[in-house]
């Protein structure tokens, strides 16, 4: 008697072992802007022959976990600096929001943009990032 109570709880559990749940994924629409923002750049350098994705240096602008905050220093660097409007990005890197401007080879390229964020903004640094380069770019930033 008791090999088939036993016979019958092993049964009642493989039931178990073999049952469907359903599974449900929560994707985060900020996943949804990082890749956006990644194959736009990789579009950029695949469709144009002259375009690379190389290491460089970008500007820093902000940062903070305040995505709204972030969308706000984006849309004002787009408005104040629109040579740059398709060099400003946004990126999250948990959990912060990071605002970033420019494309530029080398670190001293950089400085005369700094300079002039600066008058607009506080915390403004220089950081190593990839960056689209294009090939034989004319430099748009005026000599100080």
Not at 68 to 95: C, G, M, R
Not at 103 to 116: C, G, I, Y
Request: a positive charge; charged letters at 35%; hydrophobic letters at 40%.
């Amino acid at each position: 008697m008791k090999k088939i109570v036993i016979v019958f709880l092993i049964l009642l559990n493989f039931k178990n072992l073999y049952s469907q749940g359903k599974i449900e994924v929560v994707v985060d629409s900020q996943l949804y802007e990082i890749q956006s923002q990644r194959l736009k750049n990789k579009k950029i350098a695949d469709s144009k022959p002259d375009t690379l994705v190389v290491q460089g240096y970008r500007l820093q602008v902000f940062f903070s976990n305040d995505r709204k905050k972030a969308l706000k220093i984006k849309d004002k660097l787009i408005k104040e600096f629109p040579e740059y409007a398709n060099e400003v990005y946004l990126l999250y890197q948990s959990p912060n929001y990071k605002v970033r401007i420019g494309n530029f080879v080398k670190e001293t390229d950089a400085k005369p943009l700094e300079r002039r964020l600066l008058k607009h903004f506080d915390n403004v640094f220089i950081v190593r990032d990839k960056i689209v380069y294009i090939k034989n770019k004319i430099s748009k930033e005026p000599e100080d």
